[in-house]
């Protein structure tokens, strides 16, 4: 889809009920949802963190989606595919603020130029106890990416048709830094597995598209 149209229509989420958790369940490995139910409460040392679904235009004019390649590290995220973002700091306004701050910091793009469209649901992380506040955001003009080295390994470019199609869903077995074997529902784009976290949330930004883009 090109980005004017799509740009154009956007705007009208904004109306829209959040799909919350059905969408996320859709997307959680069978692990996730069992670690949910046990839960009573959140932890106390439980931390927030702010990410964004950026959307922009590429240089051929169609509408493209952010991602970014995490490095490895020790830790439960590490060598992931996740949604610009990090954790919320004390000079944080809001979460909105960190979403957008991290944004700039991982990927370059400065914060006032990203014109934010709404938030989205709230996920909760057990294995980093994070509760993850993504947004989706709108960047007008062909992006000039900066990548944070030490943070991110490499910028993954998705076109949006390709994060509508259902033909991009998939199943997948992976060993993580946590668990062994685990079989869990992903989205393949550009090459890449997404799933865990960044895929719930995927998913629930993909419903809401799919409602005023493909009716």
Do not use: C
């Not at 139910?37 to 493209?64: C, E």
């Amino acid at each position: 889809m090109d980005f004017k149209s799509f740009s154009e229509r956007i705007s009208k989420i904004k109306n829209l009920p959040l799909p919350g958790e059905s969408a996320h369940l859709e997307m959680a490995p069978e692990m996730r949802i069992a670690e949910l139910k046990a839960m009573a409460k959140r932890p106390a040392d439980y931390r927030r963190a702010g990410v964004m679904a950026l959307f922009y235009p590429g240089t051929d004019g169609v509408a493209r989606l952010l991602f970014i390649l995490r490095n490895s590290y020790p830790g439960v995220h590490s060598a992931q595919i996740a949604f610009p973002g990090g954790q919320f700091e004390k000079s944080d306004r809001d979460l909105k603020q960190t979403a957008l701050r991290e944004t700039e910091e991982e990927v370059g793009i400065p914060a006032h130029e990203i014109q934010l469209i709404r938030a989205m649901s709230q996920v909760y992380i057990p294995p980093s106890r994070f509760e993850v506040s993504p947004f989706i955001g709108l960047l007008p003009h062909s992006p000039d990416f900066r990548k944070q080295d030490s943070e991110v390994a490499a910028l993954i470019e998705v076109p949006l048709q390709d994060v509508l199609s259902d033909a991009n869903l998939v199943t997948r077995q992976l060993t993580t830094s946590y668990a062994r074997e685990i079989t869990v529902p992903a989205f393949h784009l550009e090459g890449h597995i997404i799933w865990g976290a960044t895929a719930m949330m995927l998913n629930e930004v993909k419903s809401l598209l799919k409602q005023i883009l493909l009716t």
